[in-house]
């Protein structure tokens, strides 16, 4: 049995968490893979700031940087910013997947250009740090946000009449006038309205947090994981000082 590590980007109970989890229904997967998701012990309130993309980061690295150690074969990442993908790939061998950029990377095999459809403009920044990362601003037509707050802990449930039309309204917009060939829902908290969408909306839609658990059955089918030359090793690492920092501030923050 190969067990794949889904890390949750925020403190949250297991009620919370269980939505989280419900974006394996509908995905088929071997009988010898599993997932198992984790919540960090602390981390930021919401992803809207430059400061907070540190702040997860930081636990996120933490809840996955022993991952090899206990046994699981691969890493997701439950988290459009992608946080703490580039540090676990240093120290892990074993893939490691945000969703973020596989969904724009996969976008690209599936149309021309791509828009991002968010809940609030405040996780604009989110996506302009992947952009800038991949170079790719000249693929995406447009980010649209429908401006209602996000909800990180119960995600949609009990908004579906409110929100999924607004999202589908978003969505055509940034098909007809901003000429999307794809739609790419703007996070993980979003998994629930997919099936509305995709079922109402004329060109593909992605889901990203499935996706990324596609991939890392793929890159374990293929024996493949990310290039030592591009995540070298630390020569330093300080792994027990970071466990050390999130057990304190566990103790200490409120979720």
């Not at 989890?21 to 992803?47: C, H, I, M, T, W």
């Not at 009990?158 to 039309?165: C, I, L, M, R």
Request: with cysteine.
């Amino acid at each position: 049995m190969k067990k794949v590590l889904t890390i949750v980007p925020f403190a949250m109970s297991a009620d919370n968490l269980a939505l989280r989890q419900q974006q394996l229904q509908g995905l088929q997967f071997g009988p010898d893979l599993q997932f198992e998701y984790r919540s960090v012990k602390a981390g930021p309130v919401n992803y809207s700031s430059h400061h907070d993309f540190v702040l997860a980061d930081a636990s996120i690295f933490e809840a996955g940087c022993r991952a090899q150690e206990e046994g699981f074969a691969a890493v997701c990442i439950d988290t459009m910013s992608d946080s703490g993908v580039a540090a676990l790939r240093s120290v892990l061998d074993i893939p490691v997947f945000g969703p973020g950029k596989v969904s724009m990377l996969t976008a690209l095999m599936l149309g021309d250009k791509f828009s991002i459809l968010t809940m609030a403009s405040r996780w604009k920044p989110l996506y302009k740090k992947a952009l800038d990362e991949l170079g790719m601003h000249h693929k995406c037509a447009s980010v649209r946000a429908i401006e209602v707050s996000p909800d990180n802990q119960g995600l949609l449930s009990g908004k579906e009449e409110e929100v999924f039309p607004l999202l589908e309204a978003a969505a055509m917009k940034a098909i007809e006038i901003d000429g999307a060939d794809v739609i790419i829902l703007g996070s993980t908290t979003m998994h629930q309205a997919h099936g509305y969408l995709q079922g109402r909306l004329p060109v593909p839609v992605i889901n990203p947090g499935p996706l990324s658990y596609k991939m890392a059955e793929a890159a374990l089918a293929l024996g493949h994981s990310h290039s030592r030359t591009a995540y070298p090793r630390p020569m330093h690492p300080r792994l027990d000082m970071l466990t050390a920092m999130m057990d304190a501030a566990k103790k200490n923050v409120q979720p």
